[in-house]
C-alpha cells in the first residue's frame, strides 16, 4: 500500500517533511519549516511527483514550540537558590564570584540550621565559657557557627577578607583561596535564645571588592556605598533565607525533601505603615525623654480605639522578618547603659537597612539614614529604627 503521507518531526531543528513512498528517506526538496500556528504547505521533490498523486502538496499540522509550553507552570516546578542566582548572573545583575561567595554562606546556613535543630541532642546548649571582643558570653553554637561561616566563606576561594561579630579583627583570607569580595556576619544572631529553642538567625553583608570600609576607617566609605548584597538566614518553624542583591527582596525556604532553597517570595514589599511596634520595653527608664513619649502615644487607642501591639522576640532576625512582612517599627535605641545603642553597624544595621530599603522601607538611627552613616571602627554599635516608612517618619519627628 502506497502511504499518501508520512510526517517526522525532528526535535531539534523542528522539520517536517512529506513523502509520497513508504520508508523512503527525504530530499532535501521535500523538507519544510513550520512556524508555531501555521499551516506551511509541503512542497514535492518534482513536478512528476505532483501530477502523480493529484494534488499541491500537504498541509502540515501546527506543533506548539518550547517557549509556549513553558506558559503552563508545572505544579512540580521550583526555583532553588542555585537556579535563581544562575539566572542573575546570566543577566549581568552578579558575576560569576559573587554567586559562588552566595552559595557558600547559603551551605553555610544550612549546616547551622542543622547544628540549632540538633543543638540539645549534640550538646550544643549551654555556655561556651568565654568572652567575645563584645564583652558577651560566647555560646557553644556560637563559636561553632562562626567556624562553618569562616570555613565555607575560605573554601569558596572568591573571599578576601572576613569580618565576624565574635572575632575581634577582620581576618584576611589564605591568599591561595583568596578573592575580592568582603564578608561580614554575625553567625548566629539571638544565641541566647537557643536553649529556649526561639527563632536564631545568621546576618551577613558582602561588600564590594576593595577593603575602605575595613581597612581605611578614616576615609569618607559608607555602608550604603560600598554594601551590594544583604540577607539572614531564620532559623524557625522553618528555615528561610533572605536575601537582596539590589534588585528587591527574594525570600528561600529551605525544602528539607530537596536539601535546597526554594523560592517562595519573590519582589517583597514592607507595607507603607503597621500597626507593630517591637522594642525592649524593660530598657524605658533608660530611654530619652522623646523616645519615651513616642512609645506612651503608641500605647494610647486614640479615635481608633486600638493601640499598637507590641511584639519582641530579643532576635533581631526574627523580629525584623515579621516586621518586614507585616508593616511596623523595629527599634534598638540608645539608653543611658548603652550611649550608642547595642547593635553593631557593619554587620547588623547597614545589611537589614539595606534589606528594608530595598523592600520600600527605611532604617534610621533616629535622626540620619543609617547607609549614610561613616563606621570608625569595625564592631562599632549604632542606635536603629528600622520598618514601614510612615513609622519610621513618624519616630523621626518625635526625636528630632
Keep these: 500500500m502506497v502511504v499518501q503521507a508520512a510526517a517526522i518531526i525532528t526535535s531539534s531543528s523542528h522539520l517536517l517533511f512529506s513523502s509520497s513512498r513508504s520508508l523512503s ?14 499551516l506551511v504547505p509541503c512542497p514535492n521533490s518534482t513536478n512528476t511527483s505532483k501530477k502523480k498523486h493529484g494534488g499541491g502538496g500537504l498541509k502540515c499540522m501546527a506543533v506548539s514550540t518550547a517557549s509556549e509550553a513553558k506558559t503552563k507552570k508545572s505544579k512540580f516546578e521550583i526555583q532553588t537558590l542555585t537556579g535563581w542566582l544562575l539566572k542573575q548572573e546570566q543577566t549581568g545583575v552578579i558575576d560569576a564570584e559573587l554567586t559562588i561567595v552566595i552559595s557558600s554562606i547559603s551551605m553555610a546556613c544550612k549546616q547551622i540550621a542543622s547544628l540549632v535543630q540538633r543543638a540539645s541532642i ?80 545568621s546576618i551577613f553583608g558582602i561588600y564590594s571588592p576593595n577593603d575602605e570600609c575595613l581597612a581605611d576607617i578614616g576615609d569618607d566609605s559608607t555602608p550604603g556605598s560600598n554594601l551590594l548584597v544583604a540577607g539572614y538566614c531564620m532559623y524557625s518553624s522553618s528555615v528561610i533565607f533572605v536575601l537582596t542583591i539590589g534588585k528587591g527582596v527574594f525570600s528561600f525556604s ?13 519582589n517583597i514589599q514592607i507595607p507603607k505603615a503597621g500597626k507593630i511596634y517591637s522594642f525592649n520595653e524593660g530598657n524605658y527608664q533608660l530611654w530619652d525623654d522623646k523616645l519615651k513619649k513616642y512609645i506612651d502615644d503608641l500605647k494610647d487607642p486614640g479615635s481608633s480605639g486600638k493601640p499598637y501591639s507590641a511584639r519582641y522576640i530579643g532576635s533581631l532576625v526574627g523580629d525584623f522578618h515579621r516586621t518586614l512582612l507585616y508593616g511596623g517599627i523595629y527599634g534598638y535605641p540608645r ?66
Design 25 to 38: 528517506r527525504p530530499s532535501p526538496s521535500q523538507l519544510c519549516v513550520f512556524d508555531s500556528k501555521a
Design 122 to 201: 549534640s550538646n550544643l546548649t549551654g555556655v561556651q565559657g568565654a568572652v567575645n571582643i563584645q564583652g558577651e558570653d560566647q555560646k557553644k553554637l556560637d563559636v561553632v557557627s562562626n567556624e562553618v561561616f569562616s570555613s565555607c566563606l575560605r573554601s569558596s576561594g572568591r573571599t578576601g577578607i572576613i569580618a565576624s561579630e565574635e572575632e575581634d579583627v577582620p581576618v584576611a583570607v589564605e591568599e591561595s583561596y583568596s578573592g575580592n569580595y568582603i564578608v561580614v556576619f554575625d553567625p548566629l544572631d539571638g544565641s541566647s535564645n537557643i536553649d529556649a529553642a526561639v527563632s536564631t538567625g
Design 254 to 266: 529551605l525544602d528539607p525533601m530537596y536539601g535546597e532553597f526554594v523560592l517562595t517570595q519573590e
Design 335 to 400: 539608653d543611658k547603659k548603652s550611649k550608642n545603642g547595642k547593635l553593631r553597624l557593619l554587620y547588623e544595621c547597614a545589611p537589614m537597612s539595606f534589606i528594608v530599603e530595598q523592600a520600600g522601607g527605611k532604617g534610621s538611627d533616629g535622626h540620619h539614614r543609617v547607609l549614610d552613616i561613616t563606621p570608625t571602627e569595625i564592631h562599632q554599635r549604632a542606635p536603629i529604627f528600622i520598618g514601614s516608612p510612615d513609622e519610621v517618619d513618624k519616630l523621626q519627628q518625635y526625636l528630632a
